[in-house]
């Protein structure tokens, strides 16, 4: 049966990802739209940052993707339940791509809208305000759905109390269309070496995960930085029409569903470090080795 099948042009194949739920006519603007957007900031010397949620991670003796150099094979769970991990790891990351630098954020609660901005607010008053010391606005580059969506009413109310009105920025928002998220900077510059380092060995703590993420580096001059966030976040926060009247946000004239601004409503006093220690723990002295990696191909840039 093999030799007839191999006769009449049959052979073993796996399925191919490539049916496309359609595309948005706005998708091709968008993108021209980000990439202007990013020339501007560059040229002004102001910040421009993107941002996700990476995958998340079962922390406990559970497989991890990939291979590791070792005399014998660590071993593991044969079954990845829940029940025994002993947390879930909601790993949030910053990149920074004009300095090549990333921060990841590695919470222990809910994937939130106020995660997500409180995760910006970390970069910025650890990093942000000491590299661009002169900036006056920020531009972020985030996918359209998740915590940091662009129909999401409580990513936008948290960005403008924590970021606008808290630090005195005035912050751009552009969106990529849906089903566009890879081609978002962090997804292929921070969070596909961060895999690569910590590939075939368990996340069997919190610790390890940010041991490992404040350890990638590339021969390209990727540098990361982690810490942990260990508040616990309440789902499902709505925001009323009345409050979102307050915000003072601002549709741009070109695709204002995935382009707005948020200007500072009251003066910043965004001047001291977050008031709450215990909330942010500082990354750990490094125990794990970091695995030099160099990416072959090339990267899209976008």
């Excluded at 421009?48 to 991890?64: A, M, P, Q, R, Y």
């Excluded at 990638?216 to 990361?224: I, Q």
């Amino acid at each position: 049966m093999r030799r007839l099948l191999r006769h009449l042009d049959y052979s073993l194949k796996s399925n191919k990802k490539c049916l496309s739920a359609g595309h948005s006519s706005d998708r091709d603007p968008q993108f021209r739209m980000i990439i202007k957007l990013r020339e501007e900031f560059r040229q002004a010397g102001e910040p421009l940052i993107s941002v996700d949620t990476k995958k998340k991670e079962l922390i406990g003796l559970f497989k991890n993707p990939g291979k590791t150099w070792c005399r014998g094979a660590k071993k593991v769970k044969d079954h990845d339940f829940r029940s025994e991990a002993l947390g879930i790891a909601v790993p949030y990351g910053i990149h920074d791509p004009a300095r090549n630098f990333g921060l990841l954020v590695v919470g222990q609660s809910a994937d939130t809208p106020e995660f997500a901005v409180n995760c910006i607010l970390t970069w910025w008053r650890s990093y942000g305000r000491e590299h661009y010391p002169n900036a006056k606005r920020l531009l972020i580059l985030a996918d359209s759905g998740g915590s940091n969506g662009a129909r999401c009413r409580a990513w936008k109310k948290f960005l403008q109390e924590q970021l606008a009105d808290g630090c005195g920025l005035t912050v751009t928002v552009a969106h990529y269309p849906a089903g566009a998220s890879k081609w978002n900077p962090i997804e292929h510059r921070m969070f596909s070496e961060i895999s690569k380092n910590w590939a075939g060995v368990p996340l069997e703590s919190f610790d390890t995960v940010v041991n490992f993420a404040s350890t990638t580096k590339t021969v390209t001059g990727l540098r990361v930085e982690a810490c942990r966030d260990q508040r616990l976040y309440q789902k499902g926060i709505k925001v009323s029409d009345q409050e979102m009247h307050t915000i003072a946000v601002s549709k741009s004239d070109f695709l204002g569903k995935w382009n707005y601004t948020l200007s500072p409503r009251v003066q910043s006093t965004c001047v001291q470090p977050n008031p709450d220690p215990g909330a942010i723990i500082p990354t750990l002295p490094a125990q794990l080795p970091a695995r030099e990696t160099k990416t072959t191909a090339s990267l899209v840039k976008m």
